[in-house]
């Protein structure tokens, strides 16, 4: 699934989205003014949102004439040259809106994800059931690799196991995009996985894959000639700092001894 998304230019869609969504959010950012946690919460989320439909051509970014290149004065309203150079060039049926619930949800072909947020570090244990009864019931959905019955299960036990995960069937196979931001570090995490309804606590994942070592896609969806709109240039760009995930990994090791 990660090498047909990746091929498609979908996980690089939505790297450039948080990048660009999560370094507009740093440039706005004062405490001075008034900001705080939750209104860079807030603002990233938002941004989140927006990037993910202008990359993919949803909502107000949809293409309805048939050309691509239409209307980019709108795609690239408030965007920086950075971001509209390094915008990923995707064709605009290639990923639809799928909301859950109300939740913004984005799909290609049968596969669908989410957004949700937790503390900088905290991926990996990440409480589904804190979180929204849409995002528990995605996290709720069957094992995707159930282990193999063995001699001594007991079949009426399973039976009803595979009732109650049935309950929690979605339309479409419901994936999750976490992300994180340690504003004082500037550095951030996001990946897409399998959520797992850690109920009693634990792993929140049955997998996921880093999309910050995901090589961006080849930028720019301008084809012509003309001069690219001018975007935000009041404040320069935040030093955002990609951290790889073997880097997270060793200091996750360093604090557990």
């Known amino acids: 699934m990660i090498s047909e998304l990746g091929e498609a230019g979908v996980l690089a869609g939505v790297r450039w989205a948080y990048v660009s969504a999560t370094t507009r959010s740093l440039e706005q ?68 809106r799928a909301d859950l619930n109300g939740s913004p949800g984005w799909a290609h072909g049968d596969r669908r994800f989410l957004l949700a947020s937790c503390d900088y570090g905290k991926l990996d244990n990440l409480p589904w059931p804190r979180k929204s009864p849409t995002k528990q019931r995605v ?43 340690d504003p004082l570090s500037q550095q951030m995490e996001i990946v897409l996985g399998r959520p797992r309804l850690n109920t009693g606590g634990g792993q929140a994942w049955y997998w996921y894959q880093d999309l910050l070592v995901v090589p961006p896609a080849t930028g720019g969806r301008r084809i012509d ?33």
Do not use: K
């Not at 690219?228 to 200091?251: K, S, W, Y």
């Open 139 to 181: 996290a709720g959905q069957r094992n995707p690799e159930p282990p193999q019955p063995s001699l001594f299960d007991d079949d009426e036990i399973g039976g009803l196991e595979a009732l109650l995960t049935a309950q929690h069937d979605l339309d479409l196979a419901t994936y999750v995009v976490g992300h994180t931001l």
């Open 225 to 257: 000639g003309t001069p690219l709109p001018t975007g935000p240039t009041t404040t320069p760009d935040a030093p955002v700092r990609l951290r790889p995930a073997e880097e997270r990994r060793n200091d996750r090791r360093r604090g557990q001894r």
């Open 29 to 96: 950012y004062s405490e001075a003014d008034g900001h705080d946690a939750a209104w860079l919460g807030n603002t990233r989320y938002t941004l989140f949102r927006d990037r993910l439909d202008r990359v993919f051509a949803c909502e107000r970014y949809a293409v309805h004439s048939g050309n691509d290149d239409a209307d980019l004065d709108v795609l690239y309203d408030q965007l920086s040259g950075r971001d509209i150079a390094s915008m990923p060039r995707l064709d605009s049926g290639l990923v639809r």
